[in-house]
C-alpha cells in the first residue's frame, strides 16, 4: 500500500506541476528570473548578469532524480556512503558531457544537451558502480547489485529529465516544428493544445523567429511520456523487477529520444539523421548488451519505507542542497542573453 501511495503523491504533484508549466512557461516573463550587478557603463547603466528559470528547473530535475536515487538506492540497503559515491562519479561525468557534446554536435559553446548526457552516463554507469563495488563496497561491507542501481539510475534519469523539459519550455528551446509546417494528423493532434511563445530573447525567437507561431508542443510530450513511463518503472523496481524496469525504460526513454528528433526544429546538426538520434540508437544495443554481462540477481523485494528513511540524514540534506546550487550555477547562468540596469531613487518613498 505504501508503494502505491507514495506513487500516487508522485504522480499528482507532477500533473500539477506540469498543468501550470504547460500553460505559463512559454511566456515572456518566464525566461529570467533575476540578474546580478556586473561592470558599470560609460552610459551609467550597469552590466547585468541574467539568472535563468531555465537553471532553477534543471536545477530542480537534478534534485527530484537525486532524491528519487537515493529512495530507491535505500530500498535495496545500499548505505548513504555508497549511493553518494555512485552518483558524485555519475553527476561528474554527466554534467560536463551535457556542455561538451553540444558544443561537439551544434558547433556551439553556451549550450547543453541532456541527450548527451544520458547518453555519457549510461556508458559509465554501470563500470562506476563495479569501481565503487571494488573499492569503497570492499571496505564498508556492501555490494550494490548493479542491474538494480542500473535500474535506479534509469528511473530517477526518465523522471528527472520529464521535469527538465520545463527548463526547456520557459527558454524557448528544444521546440517543436511549426504547425503550419505539419501533416494535416499532426495539425488536428495538436490543434488547442499547440505553444505559442512569446519574448524576443527565447532561443525560438533569436534562432528561426518562430515566435508567436503555433508549434508543437515537443517538450510537453516528452514530459508525460518520460514522466509516466518513469514512474511505472519506478512500480516495477519496487515490486523486485529491475531487469524489466531497466530494459523498458531504456527502450522507451531512447526510442522517443530518437523518434521526437523528427518533430524537433531546433537546429541538431546537418544530417537528416542527427548525432542524438545516433546516440540514442546506441544506447539502446549497449543496454541490452548489459543485460546480458549483468544478469539480474536474485533478492529481496525492495523496502520503500528504509529507502524513505534513508532521506532523513543532515549530511544528505546538505548533498541535496549543494547539487541544487551546483546545477543551477552550472545551467542557469545566461550567457546568450544580456541585461543593463538602471538604479534610481524612488522619490515619493524618500
Known sequence: MLTELFLLTLTISLIVLFRWGFRTLPGERWQIIGC???NKQKDGAWKGLNLTYYGFFNATAYLFAA???FILMGSLSVPVSGTLAILT???TVCMPASKLIASWVEGKTN?????GASFAGLIAAPWIIQFINGTLGVRMGFQAPVMSVLAAITVAYAVGEGIGRLAC???GCCYGKPLSACHPVLRRIFLGRAF????ETKKIAYAHHLDGQEVIPIQAVTALLLTGTGLLGCYGFLKGLPFTT???LIAVTQAWRALSEFFRADYRGTEKITTYQVMALLSIVYAFLLLAFFPAAGGKIPDLKAGLITLWNPGVILFFEILWGAAFLHTGRSRVTGAKIRLHVVEGKI
Request: glycine residues 16%.
Open 67 to 69: 532524491v528519487l536515487f
Open 36 to 38: 546580478l550587478l556586473g
Open 111 to 115: 549550450t547543453f544537451t541532456v541527450g
Open 246 to 248: 531497466f530494459a523498458g
Open 196 to 199: 505559442v511563445f512569446a519574448g
Open 89 to 91: 562519479v555519475i553527476l
Open 169 to 171: 519550455i520557459s527558454f
